[in-house]
């Protein structure tokens, strides 16, 4: 008797940012949107996980410039200080890898989601939280692999070591979006 594991463990379709299949992946749990190394194909130049498709099962890869992103939007949020308010700014840092630096950025408030109308990228099901908290973070400098589903923290700028809050990274604007070809 065989066990068929969830679709994102298959194996898929590794396509260039044309829509090219250039290889395959063993499963897109094993990548990571920014990864440079393991990808299994070589293209003669080096190459970066820029995206992953899991309704499509495909992993695409590129130049590291596409992995640059101008701004986030985040769900779930948690505020450990007063909330910016919906329509307000205020002036952040902002970490969006367990491993980086903090960089200058705007976070602007957002309106609150019904958790129980999640947004696109939970697929209609509720915040595991239940936290119906939004906002988007909108960086002084373009950033490299901000990826939906990594933990966003945010500090106060003059205060670096005083965290405001934090959330789910929920969609991420890229400078130059990869729109794989139909």
């Given at each position: 008797?065989?066990?068929?594991?969830?679709?994102?463990?298959?194996?898929?379709a590794?396509?260039?940012?044309?829509?090219?299949?250039?290889?395959?992946?063993?499963?897109?749990?094993?990548?990571?949107?920014?990864?440079?190394k393991?990808?299994?194909?070589?293209?003669?130049?080096p190459?970066?996980?820029?995206?992953?498709?899991?309704?499509?099962?495909?992993?695409?890869?590129?130049?590291?410039?596409?992995?640059?992103?101008?701004?986030?939007?985040?769900?779930?949020?948690?505020?450990?200080?007063?909330?910016?308010?919906?329509?307000?700014?205020?002036?952040?840092?902002a970490?969006?890898?367990?491993?980086?630096?903090?960089?200058?950025?705007t976070?602007?408030g957002?309106?609150d989601?019904n958790?129980?109308?999640a947004?696109?990228?939970?697929a209609?099901?509720?915040?595991p939280?239940?936290?119906?908290g939004?906002?988007?973070?909108?960086?002084?400098?373009?950033?490299?692999?901000v990826?939906?589903?990594?933990?966003?923290?945010?500090?106060?700028?003059?205060?670096?070591?005083?965290?405001?809050?934090?959330?789910?990274?929920?969609?991420?604007?890229?400078?130059?979006?990869?729109?794989?070809?139909?």
């Amino acid at each position: 008797m065989s066990v068929v594991g969830p679709a994102w463990s298959a194996r898929g379709a590794v396509i260039n940012e044309l829509g090219e299949r250039v290889g395959t992946h063993a499963g897109q749990h094993r990548l990571t949107i920014g990864q440079r190394k393991g990808i299994g194909v070589a293209l003669g130049h080096p190459i970066f996980v820029v995206s992953k498709d899991a309704a499509n099962n495909t992993v695409t890869v590129g130049k590291r410039s596409q992995l640059l992103a101008s701004r986030c939007d985040v769900s779930e949020a948690n505020w450990l200080v007063d909330r910016v308010e919906v329509g307000a700014e205020r002036r952040v840092l902002a970490r969006y890898r367990y491993n980086s630096q903090a960089v200058p950025a705007t976070v602007l408030g957002a309106a609150d989601a019904n958790p129980m109308q999640a947004s696109d990228s939970l697929a209609g099901a509720a915040c595991p939280s239940g936290r119906p908290g939004r906002f988007s973070v909108v960086f002084d400098e373009p950033q490299e692999a901000v990826t939906p589903g990594q933990a966003l923290v945010l500090y106060d700028a003059n205060e670096p070591d005083w965290v405001l809050g934090g959330g789910w990274i929920d969609q991420v604007e890229a400078l130059r979006p990869v729109t794989p070809s139909s």
